[in-house]
Nanobody, 119 residues
């Protein structure tokens, strides 16, 4: 298991920004692709972004969200700008091979952090 702990969620007005963090402990993950997913109430979980040698984004967040990582700190980030009410969801970080992440699944998951965007 790779313990993953997300932080940085909260309540923000539409048009605002938040930065999510995901700290991994127990082992280094610098060689593994990582990603962010989200699940809104009553909806299925959806892929948001992934990072390996390159970055990948869903169409709904492209141009507004930026995924990055600091391997020295074993931390994954998601900078979210120009937030919209439809971005409201629980956000999860995850670890898997890139194909699995972009395909909408993962091998390891964090516990999630709530992001709420008010209109």
């Amino acid at each position: 298991q790779v313990p993953l702990v997300e932080s940085g969620g909260g309540l923000v007005q539409a048009g605002g920004s938040l930065r999510l963090s995901c700290a991994a402990s127990g082992r280094t993950f610098s060689t593994y692709p990582m990603g962010w997913f989200r699940q809104a109430a009553g909806k299925e979980r959806e892929f948001v972004a992934a990072i390996s040698g390159s970055t990948y984004y869903s169409d709904s967040v492209k141009g507004r969200f930026t995924i990055s990582r600091d391997n020295g700190k074993n931390t994954l980030y998601l900078q979210m700008n120009s937030l919209k009410p439809e971005d409201t969801a629980i956000y999860y970080c995850a670890v898997a091979d890139l194909r699995t992440l972009v395909g909408g699944d993962a091998n390891y998951w964090g516990q999630g952090t709530q992001v709420t965007v008010s209109s």
